[in-house]
């Protein structure tokens, strides 16, 4: 009898070692991003309250503004979700929500819910721009300068710590530019 | 002074988990009777040394001794009692001395009721468990002491997590690592069976009761910390995904395939080298389970401890185990044999269709797990994988299950005829869609899934009706009274009954609530009404609350229906003054058919709050199967013929299949 088929396992787990070891090495919140310093992504997507509303990445132009992409089926964003709330609330920059691979009743549901820090949310339901923009997992959030570029972007639970430390000051130096 | 004695425990138990691990493995090997009997004494002495340690750190934390690292980021002097004795395992270093305290029990468990197994066997079973202890007390000693102390006192604790201070969360890791070390016994009889060479039937009926009695203790770990979910977290779900239940719900599909596929090993002999795979497997993914939760390699809401450089040595000792055992697997298994044949139809077929559908299953939600690791570490882009991909990839594997849960139980072994099958199972099939139809009658809409859920349910349920009444029919001209013939039953057989109601009872519940469930958020001032299916809910009033280390906001929500009071309910929404985190606490009115639940969001403008309203159907119902199907391991488990003396086991597994029925 052949006994090749009893290694099936061991390589298997083998290879799956492999992969958790290098995981071990990645900080998913330190990924860079091919993204940054680049033009974001030319998108057209319509608004979730609104789908007779299409907007554009050229709309945007002139504005510093975020980007941060959620959706209701996230965990991670309804730890995120207080601390986008109340930075909203401060009025500092407009924060634009895209809202990736849900459905729009949903969604609304969701910000019915927990509060809405959006000045709008694009609603990305097959999560088309989601890829262009390299969108790794959710939450995520980019910052976007008046000339359409990418600044920033940030993988994971936004904290008021690292709106403090990061966002911030980078929002201050853009907006002075 | 005592901490530093429970840090001296704890290395005198690795000492002596040490000696455990080798010089009984040694003496099975070379037939040293004397290095064989150091088995059980050192397991005893390992055992008392934790135990002695867990209760050093537990005493830290009831004198609120702040000079112990952990206690201080764990508890608070306001902490009530209770919560700072379950702070031990309120964080990283404190769970892993609770894993070992439970990986002690079981070992003095297995030290004490092992009397009719062979020396060689339990000196190899106690051996393999004492390498496991070795290497959870070396990750203990080197990376997470818990009993570190700091300099200067802090003159109050950082508090406990308040998603943690719940009755809930006090029972919830125990049992789930009751369940979880549980399969270190099946993976050690696993092992000693590939180092022995031998894996006969009465082998399988060693490690069974074992194997039940952590699969029970995980399925109750898994109910507790579902039902903590549902009332803590406040949005009314009660399974996410998220990567931390995903960990414990791996080894639970491995070790039902395990149960099963040990029933077959048991009755028939066969299964033998799958047996022993699943029993490695189902362990394996137990470690990894706690390498997800503890290594931060998926970060997750409720991953309460992260820290990389401890993965670092997690991943080296679940290398050295995990590999380690499949490549002996790899190179002993032809030793243990394939067992005796089956035809296409008989209960063996359907139960590798069982273990087959679980199995996948199971690789389904690791892959789920993994996936975006997996992309991200061969740079193949980055993609995010949610509940979506759970239910399509899980609801069509588990459909199949149910359907066969009904035909299975009645086929024969070994070869069992299809039109009798049919034959036998007309009525219950019959019963199920007249159910679906009154269901679906009675509610007035139904979807797809509401459908089947409800014919699956009724066609398990009629199906073990039928069983049942076929066993327990009157047998011989004299009459015995029903409750005698009742008794009469195997033991194995009513608990596998049991837990294959659970089953219908859970399948019933969840496409019930998936169906059913009415949710409503709503804007809502003293005074103000709102009905949600058929329930007209009034706030009453809002008022402050003082709890013991948090100040609430609590909502008195009155509840009718057609005027006559249902309820009176008070939602809370806390905040912890300690820590200052603000936490939901729902209020649900629970009954059999359905849950009322509500739960404070966010306050606005005009004293007026948001509140969810939820209305669930039959929620209860999903824990009442988990429960179902616990209770049924539990019974089957404690079937004496398990404990039957060595002398009465010679008979072949044949015979004694006929000698005890057809029985799980």
């Not at chain 1, 609330?89 to 407009?94: F, I, R, W």
């Not at chain 1, 262009?132 to 993988?155: A, S």
């Not at chain 2, 359905?594 to 309203?613: F, K, Q, T």
Request: proline content about 6%; overall charge positive.
């Amino acid at each position: 009898m052949k006994r090749w088929h009893l290694v099936v396992p061991l390589v298997l787990f083998v290879l799956l070692a492999a992969f958790l070891w290098r995981g071990l090495r990645l900080d998913p919140r330190e990924v860079p991003s091919p993204l940054v310093d680049k033009p974001a992504p030319a998108f057209s997507l319509t608004r979730l309250d609104d789908a007779s509303r299409t907007v554009r990445r050229d709309d945007m132009l002139g504005k510093v503004w975020l980007l941060n992409v959620w959706a209701s089926w996230c965990e991670a964003c309804r730890t995120e979700h207080p601390t986008l709330v109340s930075f909203a609330k401060s009025g500092t920059v407009p924060i634009v929500g895209l809202n990736y691979k849900d459905t729009r009743t949903e969604g609304l549901g969701w910000l019915a819910r927990f509060g809405d820090p959006y000045a709008m949310s694009l609603f990305d339901e097959k999560g088309r721009v989601g890829i262009d923009f390299g969108v790794y997992g959710v939450p995520e959030t980019f910052v976007i300068d008046k000339q359409g570029v990418v600044r920033f972007k940030l993988i994971g639970p936004l904290t008021p710590e690292l709106i403090a430390t990061k966002i911030q000051p980078l929002l201050k130096s853009l907006g002075d530019a | 002074m005592i901490p530093e004695l429970g840090q001296l425990a704890l290395l005198l138990a690795l000492a002596a988990a040490l000696i455990q691990g080798t010089l009984p493995l040694v003496g099975a090997a070379r037939n040293r009777a004397d290095w064989m009997a150091l088995a059980r004494p050192a397991a005893q002495v390992q055992c008392v040394l934790v135990a002695f340690a867990f209760a050093c750190l537990a005493s830290a934390f009831v004198r609120n001794d702040f000079s112990v690292l952990y206690v201080a980021e764990h508890s608070n002097t306001s902490l009530p009692l209770a919560y700072r004795i379950a702070g031990v395992w309120g964080g990283h270093e404190g769970s892993l001395l609770l894993w070992l305290l439970m990986l002690c029990g079981w070992m003095l468990a297995l030290a004490r009721f092992s009397r009719s197994i062979p020396a060689p066997v339990v000196a190899r079973i106690l051996a393999v468990m004492g390498l496991i202890g070795a290497g959870f007390l070396l990750f203990m000693l080197v990376t997470s002491n818990p009993f570190e102390r700091i300099v200067p006192v802090p003159p109050n604790g950082n508090d406990l997590n308040p998603l943690l201070q719940d009755p809930g969360m006090v029972v919830h890791p125990p049992m789930l690592y009751m369940g979880y070390v549980g399969f270190s016994v099946a993976f050690a009889f696993a092992i000693a069976a590939l180092l022995g060479g031998d894996l006969s039937a009465q082998w399988a009926r060693w490690m069974r009761p074992w194997t039940t009695a952590a699969w029970c203790f995980l399925t109750l770990g898994i109910m507790l910390g579902s039902l903590w979910a549902y009332y803590v977290l406040g949005w009314g779900g009660w399974w996410f995904w998220d990567p931390v239940e995903n960990a414990s719900f791996m080894p639970w599909l491995a070790g039902t395939a395990l149960i099963h596929s040990l029933a077959v090993t048991d009755k028939r002999g066969a299964f033998k080298s799958w047996t022993v795979l699943l029993a490695i497997v189902a362990f394996s993914l137990s470690l990894l389970g706690t390498f997800i939760v503890r290594s931060g390699v998926l970060s997750s809401v409720h991953a309460f401890a992260t820290d990389p450089k401890r993965g670092v040595f997690i991943l080296s000792f679940l290398v050295i185990v995990i590999g380690g055992s499949l490549l002996l697997y790899a190179w002993r298994a032809p030793k243990v044999g394939l067992g005796a044949r089956f035809e296409m139809v008989s209960r063996e077929s359907m139960l590798l269709v069982n273990n087959v559908l679980f199995v996948v299953a199971m690789l389904s939600v690791l892959l789920g797990t993994l996936y975006p690791l997996l992309l991200d570490a061969l740079d193949l882009g980055k993609i995010s994988v949610g509940p979506p991909y759970f239910d399509t990839v899980f609801l069509p594997l588990m459909a199949p299950v149910l359907f066969l849960l009904g035909i299975g139980p009645l086929a024969r072994w070994k070869q069992a005829e299809l039109p009798a099958l049919a034959k036998r199972l007309r009525w219950a099939a019959g019963v199920a869609v007249l159910a679906t139809l009154a269901a679906a009658l009675v509610a007035g809409r139904i979807t797809l899934g509401a459908a089947f859920g409800v014919l699956m349910s009724v066609w398990i349920v009629a199906s073990i009706a039928t069983d049942l009444a076929h066993r327990l029919r009157p047998i011989g001209p004299a009459p015995v009274s029903l409750w005698t013939r009742i008794q009469t039953l195997p033991r194995p057989l009513l608990g596998m009954m049991l837990a294959h109601v659970g089953v219908a009872v859970f399948a019933f519940g969840v496409s019930m609530v998936r169906t059913y469930e009415v949710e409503r958020d709503v804007k809502m001032q003293t005074g103000d009404t709102t009905e949600v299916a058929g329930y007209v809910f009034t706030l009453r009033g809002l008022r402050n609350v003082k709890g013991p280390n948090y100040d609430a906001v609590q909502a008195v929500v009155d509840v009718r229906r057609n005027g006559t009071p249902v309820a009176l309910m008070h939602p809370e929404k806390r905040t912890y003054r300690v820590q200052g985190t603000a936490l939901t606490d729902a209020a649900i009115d629970r009954d059999i058919a359905r849950d009322l639940y509500v739960s404070l969001g966010e306050p606005v403008e005009g004293g007026a709050w948001i509140v969810r309203i939820y209305v669930k159907p039959f929620v209860d119902w999903i824990w009442g199967g988990c429960l179902l199907m616990a209770l049924g391991g539990a019974l089957a488990a404690s079937d004496r013929r398990y404990r039957a003396k060595q002398a009465s086991e010679a008979t072949s597994p044949i015979t004694a299949t006929l000698a005890t029925g057809a029985s799980a």
